[in-house]
């Protein structure tokens, strides 16, 4: 009320006196509310009390109120590399929530050139650790559900201010959090002399961005009242890496009560032993020991004094990403057995409503670039050099992701006796043409096509964005957003995935319901049943017309490629033989 009566006094009936000065403490008066005369009627309105501090944000251009680049831990450069994030700091005076954080250190990648970056430049900074809300304007005191958003990127690449959650917050009246964590080598190591040097048990991990991610749910526990969220009510939602960090924190003993329900989109329910992340083991290329030796900086202290551009130099990039060990059984973050084994028992992970599901044509946009399979006209347009081999190797390793990401841990986790799944597959693959290229074709339903319709907000590709979402289809897309806008905030709000009209939506059950979604211009929303497998997958494979023997073997081979782990690369290789 009291700010609402604020908003409404001209900067000249406003309080005139040297507003240099901080508040003095207690009840805030139009009498000792001097400060507030150098302020904006955006920033009155967007004035809140943290931990930390007081600050204000801004109106976005949508309409939502916003606070930018929050630090809701200290920075992670010098002594803070490679441990457990630390409290961030307090203010003095009013922080102004203005501005996205520095992105976190990484490489670039091909995905930068629409900012004018060339693929393999080293950005970003180690004081990192922030977050961005957005709320509708009427929130605060409401209790509204909480919604953080993690970043995807191979969890190497990415940053917070790549999402504008203001359409999803404005329409679907939820908070929403964009949060940032460490990548690369900074969010993924394991060695033995950093758990030599821990100050705390935490510090003995080897999931830094995990530990970052549960600083970040603890932050909004203790700070998200502020901003008109429930703090009893907070979802965790993420896309590729985002969607595997998802998941880790579901199997994590740490983030325990830190968040009420998961929505894992196109992520991964696997990890790596300790032993192939330190390099005991063999199996992942660049694992610590071999950095370390690069380096040659063997202790922790030598670690923690090597520049980043040393650091990051020291590994090898595969295809446009930097390569190394990431989701790692370390013991600390997460179990020390496989993080698949964790959702056998409802004892073994955070048990709460999980959504989960894959778009339908994953793997279009990873081979894209691949010039074994696609080719450029012009040196510009790339196009499939064999549309139908192209087709076939997309579809089956793209229904493989989807039996690891959705099939099999749903059914393991309905066989513990957890009910409260829900499962669904992105269709949409209206893109346009433009010459040569036809994205129906070379991208369809592709990996993370689905963000745009969650977050009502339709920017992925950057200048490609013309051609993806031609204005034909505008009428069509902005009713499967409001739709899946829809589910997913019931989903936040009460655990069930539900919206007006739209089909009802049950648990993944014995006949393996999904929630097919699509426009009507190709069948639209509508309930499937059907779990798929690895085995169903190689009979499909070896009966497929569309193929001869060298293709059959060439998938195979791909295939091997993309699985995560060795045993399940021994294991698809020996059923197909068989």
């Known amino acids: ?57 801004l109106v976005t251009g949508e309409g939502a109120h916003s606070w930018r680049g929050i630090p809701f831990a200290a920075s992670t450069a010098g002594e803070n590399r490679w441990r457990a994030p630390r409290p961030a700091p307090a203010w003095e005076g009013r922080r102004a929530a203005l501005t996205f954080a520095d992105r976190c250190a ?10 004018g970056l060339s693929p393999g430049q080293l950005i970003g900074s180690e004081d990192c650790l922030a977050l961005d809300i957005y709320a509708p304007t009427d929130a605060q005191g409401e209790g509204l559900p909480v919604m953080v958003w993690i970043h995807g990127g191979y969890n190497v690449w990415g940053r917070s201010s790549s999402y504008n959650g203001s359409k999803l917050a404005l329409e679907q009246g939820v908070i929403v959090v964009a949060v940032q964590y460490r990548l690369g080598p900074l969010g993924w190591f394991a060695h033995e002399a950093l758990r030599a040097s821990a100050e705390l048990p935490e510090d003995g991990a080897a999931c830094f961005a995990i530990l970052d991610l549960i600083a970040s749910l603890r932050w909004v526990r203790d700070n998200i009242a502020a901003f008109g969220g429930d703090p009893s009510c907070v979802t965790i939602f993420g896309e590729s890496a985002g969607g595997h960090n998802v998941a880790m924190l579901l199997a994590s003993p740490l983030a325990k009560g830190l968040f009420h329900r998961a929505i894992v989109q196109s992520g991964s329910f696997d990890s790596l032993a300790l032993a192939v992340a330190e390099g ?3 199996g992942h290329a660049n694992p610590a020991k071999t950095i370390v030796e690069a380096l040659d900086a063997r202790s922790a202290q030598a670690l923690r004094a090597t520049s980043l551009a040393q650091l990051f130099a020291a590994y090898s990039i595969e295809g446009n990403f930097l390569d190394l060990p990431r989701g790692i059984s370390d013991g600390v973050v997460l179990p020390a057995t496989p993080l698949r084994e964790a959702f056998a028992s409802r004892e073994t992970f955070n048990c709460v409503p999980i959504m989960s599901g894959t778009t339908r044509d994953e793997m279009k946009l990873f081979y894209l670039g691949n010039e074994t399979f696609t080719k450029k006209r012009l040196g510009v347009f790339p196009v499939a050099r064999d549309q139908e081999l192209f087709d076939a190797l997309t579809h089956y390793i793209s229904r493989i992701w989807r039996v690891r990401a959705v099939d099999e841990p749903a059914a393991m986790m309905r066989k513990a006796g957890h009910d409260s799944v829900y499962a669904y597959r992105f269709d949409w693959d209206e893109g346009g043409r433009f010459l040569f290229m036809n994205f129906k074709k070379l991208l369809g339903a592709a990996h993370g096509f689905e963000i745009p319709f969650v977050f009502h907000h339709f920017h992925h590709l950057g200048p490609a964005d013309a051609v993806l979402f031609k204005r034909s289809t505008l009428a069509e897309r902005e009713e499967l957003s409001r739709i899946m806008g829809g589910y997913w905030a019931s989903f936040a709000r009460a655990g069930v995935p539900a919206h007006p009209g739209a089909p009802a939506w049950p648990c993944y059950g014995e006949e393996g319901s999904f929630m097919r979604l699509d426009t009507e211009n190709d069948g639209g929303v509508e309930l499937r049943s059907g779990s798929d497998s690895i085995g169903s997958i190689i009979v499909d494979l070896k009966r497929d017309p569309r193929l001869d023997e060298a293709e059959r ?20 290789r020996a059923e197909f033989e068989r």
């Open 1 to 57: 009320m009291l700010l609402r009566t604020f908003s409404g006094l001209s900067r000249a009936t406003r309080c005139g006196r040297n507003c240099a000065r901080r508040a003095p403490r207690g009840p805030r008066t139009l009498e000792t509310c001097c400060y507030r005369s150098d302020m904006d009627e955006a920033q009155i309105a967007t004035l809140r009390t943290v931990a930390q501090g007081e600050l204000f944000g």
């Open 106 to 115: 990484q490489l670039t990648t091909v995905f930068d050139k629409k900012e």
């Open 280 to 282: 005991d083991e063999g």
């Open 553 to 572: 073997f060439m998938i195979v081979a791909e295939i091997d490629n993309w699985m995560f782990t060795r045993p399940l690369r021994a294991r698809f």
